[in-house]
């Protein structure tokens, strides 16, 4: 057996070693401190909590919870750095129904052994008198009598001062403050009737008064255009019930950053039910797409195990399968009773066929004349398409160009998604004309980022609203967005005003598409050049053609025209093929002509 300690030997670690590998399953970065205390605050009973930051040298300082909770006696102050000191379970057996957020006594021990931290406390009902206890790097340095408001406050400050390799690795002053905005987004949605105030450097972030709606919280912190598309879900069944709100169909996320999902006032992470809430949707999404949803389940807490990790982010959930099953039911449900036509398209009610329509508009070019009520569309839809044809127009090949796919005849297009297309062999070529012009459109945006970047300006700039953790992010961003042609200034608190985009994007001004850029962003942390190329991707993809839209003969032979000018134009950015094709002999074979 490898012992794996030089010599073979095996030894204790000394106590401080010990605290100092305990506290870092608990305290990962700051937001796990600012986690950690508001939820000891809500167990307390607080309806008002207040998270303060201080910033210095472009890191985080100081960290300040207060709340309006029970307080704390003298003795139970003390005793609350003990390690696995707890009021909140007594033994084995409780673990099986702890209804509170914390119960491991582990929060306040870990925090206090890689920073500085005092506690003041003041018991509810307990005299004038609180307590002060200060702690630094695991050692007490001083307890003692203060004057204090009923409640607790806890400050914590230099975290990781005695730890550098885990100071050395904590992301950007404006990635830790997201991280932070992420924790109290999730906090904050999953106890609306808590009252909550951030404050950053003395400044207030949020104020949310305590009670009011759900809705109005989404408002808060994901914008009122959300707010205004949310749906509400409420039912119950034999082993959970789910209450909350989901949005819309139209408003989507290119990864499920905005799922939040909570299990008995816990707020958690799981794949399997973020999955059931996208699957409730079935084909109302894009298989790359999620909703925005804040969903409370209730589930028997002797069907839970909440004891999984540190962090306390993951459960295990008994019969999972069938809670997933039964939460993708009812989304499907909520959806049911809603009327989910697409809004603010540019179309009026009249331009509808009816009340109860909800497919897809079709243009009729063979003699069959324009679908009634829809008429004044098409002319305008053709004209859009000529838009985005005329902004991918590329310069006429050099004399070296050898195209890399064949001369094609369009022989027309099948379901407003795909062009059939005839070579001189006589190959039938089927060619998907999003994934197509997402090439092309591809193509001329990576070119445009190896040159100077061009911009125009819109005549009037698109506000947008975002979350703050979404704002902290994009204040971080900015500087990146910029080079790829976007004029993007705050607008406000946690507002923006765009007011130039890329040329290549034509006169679009789409939100949307700052967004997704967004979404790549709070996705996950790469090289520049990575992240360069999966904003590409998305100004491709948003500026393509997309299935759906209807072309005329001319606009189809001018789009292969342009593929077959790229350098790779087989694929879309995203590795889907652009085009099928069927030679004469497999037609032949398919048909039992050989």
């Not at 506690?119 to 007490?140: E, K």
């Not at 008995?264 to 949707?281: D, F, H, Q, T």
């Not at 295990?316 to 809670?323: K, L, N």
Request: net charge neutral; charged share 25%.
């Amino acid at each position: 057996m490898d012992t794996g300690g030089p010599g073979g030997r095996i030894h204790l670690l000394d106590p401080e070693t010990i605290r100092q590998i305990a506290a870092g399953e608990v305290v990962e970065r700051p937001s796990s401190v600012i986690k950690e205390l508001v939820e000891n605050s809500l167990d307390a009973g607080a309806q008002t909590v207040e998270v303060e930051i201080l910033t210095r040298e472009k890191s985080i300082w100081m960290i300040r919870v207060t709340d309006d909770g029970c307080g704390m006696s003298p003795e139970d102050a003390v005793l609350a750095f003990t390690r696995h000191a707890t009021s909140k379970i007594t033994g084995i057996d409780d673990l099986a129904n702890a209804g509170t957020l914390g119960f491991r006594g582990e929060a306040l021990a870990s925090i206090a052994a890689v920073s500085a931290t005092t506690l003041t406390t003041r018991l509810r009902g307990g005299g004038p008198g609180g307590a002060r206890v200060v702690y630094r790097g695991g050692t007490c340095e001083s307890r003692g009598e203060c004057g204090c408001p009923e409640g607790t406050t806890v400050e914590v400050s230099e975290i990781f001062f005695n730890i550098p390799a885990r100071a050395k690795f904590q992301k950007s002053l404006q990635g830790e403050l997201a991280s932070i905005s992420t924790v109290l987004e999730s906090i904050i949605l999953s106890n609306p009737t808590i009252g909550f105030h951030y404050l950053l450097n003395g400044k207030e972030r949020l104020s949310i008064a305590p009670g009011g709606g759900l809705v109005d919280r989404v408002g808060a912190l994901f914008g009122t255009d959300v707010a205004r598309r949310l749906i509400p879900v409420r039912e119950q069944r034999e082993k959970v019930s789910v209450g909350g709100v989901i949005s819309h169909p139209s408003i989507t996320r290119s990864n499920p950053y905005q799922v939040l999902i909570s299990v008995n006032g816990r707020s958690i992470y799981s794949r399997p039910l973020i999955a059931a809430v996208k699957e409730g949707y079935g084909s109302l999404l894009p298989a790359d797409r999620y909703p925005v949803a804040v969903l409370e389940l209730t589930i028997p807490r002797d069907e839970i195990d909440v004891n999984v990790h540190p962090s306390k982010r993951q459960i295990r959930i008994s019969g999972e399968r069938e809670v997933a099953s039964g939460l993708s039911a009812m989304i499907r449900n909520a959806l049911r009773t809603q009327d989910l036509r697409p809004r603010d398209v540019g179309l009026s009610a009249d331009t509808l066929p009816g009340q109860g329509w909800k497919g897809p508009l079709r243009y009729e070019e063979q003699g069959k004349g324009p679908v009634p009520g829809v008429r004044e569309m098409f002319p305008a839809a053709l004209r859009t398409t000529d838009q985005q044809l005329r902004q991918t127009e590329l310069a006429p090949p050099g004399p070296d160009h050898i195209p890399l796919i064949p001369e094609m005849e369009c022989l027309g297009q099948l379901g407003d998604s795909y062009i059939l297309a005839a070579t001189a062999r006589g190959e039938l070529v089927i060619i998907d004309q999003h994934a197509a012009h997402e090439r092309i459109f591809y193509d001329q945006v990576t070119e445009a980022t190896r040159k100077e970047r061009i911009s125009q300006d819109l005549l009037v700039p698109v506000v947008l609203e975002f979350s703050p953790r979404e704002a902290d992010i994009l204040r971080t961003a900015i500087p990146r967005i910029k080079e790829e042609g976007f004029g993007i200034e705050e607008f406000g608190k946690d507002s923006f005003a765009v007011g130039a985009i890329p040329v290549i994007l034509g006169r679009c001004e789409d939100p949307g598409v700052i967004r997704e850029i967004l979404a790549e962003i709070i996705r996950g942390e790469g090289s520049p050049g990575m992240e360069r190329e999966r904003i590409c991707r998305i100004i491709a993809c948003r500026g393509a053609l997309k299935a759906g839209t209807v072309c005329t003969s001319e606009q189809c032979t001018r789009l292969i025209r342009q593929l077959a000018r790229t350098r790779d134009p087989w694929t879309c950015p995203h590795g889907r093929p652009t085009m099928i094709a069927f030679s004469r002999e497999r037609l032949d074979k398919l048909f039992g002509r050989t």
